[in-house]
């Protein structure tokens, strides 16, 4: 009973989980937060770092943030994509920027 009663509660858990990253991964279809996660990390976040210290996550929050839409988001991406010279395509803009929205911005619409 016990086990049954386990596994309904982590299954609820997952399916909460799962609800919750799909509400900002559809603002921007395609993108693919878990896949964001590793193109920030790998040439991102030294640049913020520098810029802000710590884990450079003080860029996205801020007070005075300059990101303050789901449309500003995805332009700041492209934006740094292309001063930095990345050469992303736009999936992967996509992916980064699902990845800021559900961890940082939680922009719906």
């Not at 086990?3 to 919750?20: D, E, I, Q, R």
């Not at 279809?29 to 913020?48: A, E, F, M, R, Y």
């Not at 292309?82 to 929205?101: P, Q």
Request: hydrophobic fraction near 35%; proline fraction near 2%.
């Amino acid at each position: 009973m016990t086990k049954h009663l386990l596994t309904a509660l982590l299954l609820t858990c997952v399916g909460a989980t799962n609800a919750y990253a799909d509400q900002y991964s559809a603002l921007y279809p395609g993108g693919d937060p878990v896949v964001g996660k590793t193109l920030l990390q790998k040439n991102c976040i030294q640049c913020h770092a520098s810029s802000f210290g710590g884990d450079g996550s003080a860029i996205y929050t801020r007070e005075n943030r300059l990101v303050k839409t789901s449309r500003g988001l995805k332009a700041q991406v492209r934006n740094c994509n292309t001063m930095l010279g990345l050469k992303w395509f736009e999936d992967e803009e996509l992916h980064v920027t699902s990845y800021l929205n559900q961890t940082y911005y939680h922009f719906e619409k």
